[in-house]
Nanobody, 122 residues
Framework: QVQLVESGGGLVQAGGSLRLSCAASGSTFSLNVMGWYRQAPGKQRELVATITSPGSTNYLDSVKGRFTISRDNAKNTVYLQMNSLKPEDTAVYYC????????????????WGQGTQVTVSS
């Protein structure tokens, strides 16, 4: 069992920055992928960024160059640094945790944070 606690959301003007954090606790997994998803009103949930425990990253095209995902394995925490924010970035952001098996494949377990609201005003 994994618990995820998110923080860092809030209200910011366009062009500003926010830093989200997600701390994982509970079960310990040596291999995993953590990521951030978001869901805006009237839109489907979309993957924003992911990072594996070794550090490989992947980004949604629209946030490349603006967002940076990172992690601190010692703290079991993942971060999302969001710069040059746009009103279209407004959404509820959810932290996701997926343990991997020894072959690097997903196990089917999927854990979610409670979500944190990010609002970007113009």
């Amino acid at each position: 069992q994994v618990q995820l606690v998110e923080s860092g959301g809030g209200l910011v003007q366009a062009g500003g920055s926010l830093r989200l954090s997600c701390a994982a606790s509970g079960s310990t997994f040596s291999l995993n992928v953590m990521g951030w998803y978001r869901q805006a009103p009237g839109k489907q949930r979309e993957l924003v960024a992911t990072i594996t425990s070794p550090g490989s990253t992947n980004y949604l095209d629209s946030v490349k160059g603006r967002f940076t995902i990172s992690r601190d394995n010692a703290k079991n925490t993942v971060y999302l640094q969001m710069n040059s924010l746009k009103p279209e970035d407004t959404a509820v952001y959810y932290c996701n945790f997926q343990p991997l098996n020894g072959f690097g494949a997903r196990t089917g377990y999927n854990y979610w944070g409670q979500g944190t609201q990010v609002t970007v005003s113009s």
